[in-house]
């Protein structure tokens, strides 16, 4: 099997597993944490999404993968921003804590590659 091969094996996958989570959200109860978790569902996806995105970044050129970090920063600010409104001033699950982490590890990861490429 190719790289590229296993690369659109591995979104399939991971595209199978987020509708799954979408739908099982639907099975939530309808009080607040339950409704907080269901508008949660698209944000967790896209964190997601963005932290695995990142790590193909260095398989752009270098003016596409520079705006590929620009808009992983304006979609992890955005999906934060989203899971602070649906969770009000409770803090967040640790769970979310780390998925925004983690794509805010991939931008910097992702950002030294970059940078590196950018010096060599």
């Known amino acids: 099997m190719s790289e590229t091969d296993a690369s659109r094996l591995t979104w399939a996958v991971l595209l199978g ?17 339950g409704r907080a978790w269901k508008r949660s569902v698209p944000a967790i996806i896209g964190l997601q999404a963005i932290a695995m995105a990142l790590r193909h970044a260095d398989e752009l050129p270098a003016d ?27 803090a967040l699950h640790p769970m979310l804590s780390e998925l925004i982490l983690d794509a805010w590890s991939a931008v910097k990861q992702t950002q030294a590659i970059d940078d590196s490429h950018k010096s060599s």
């Open 17 to 33: 597993r987020w509708v799954e989570f979408a739908q099982s959200a639907v099975a939530l109860p309808d009080d607040a944490d």
């Open 64 to 90: 596409e993968r520079a705006l590929g970090i620009d808009r992983a920063r304006v979609g992890i600010e955005r999906h934060t921003a989203d899971l602070r409104q649906a969770f009000g001033d409770d």
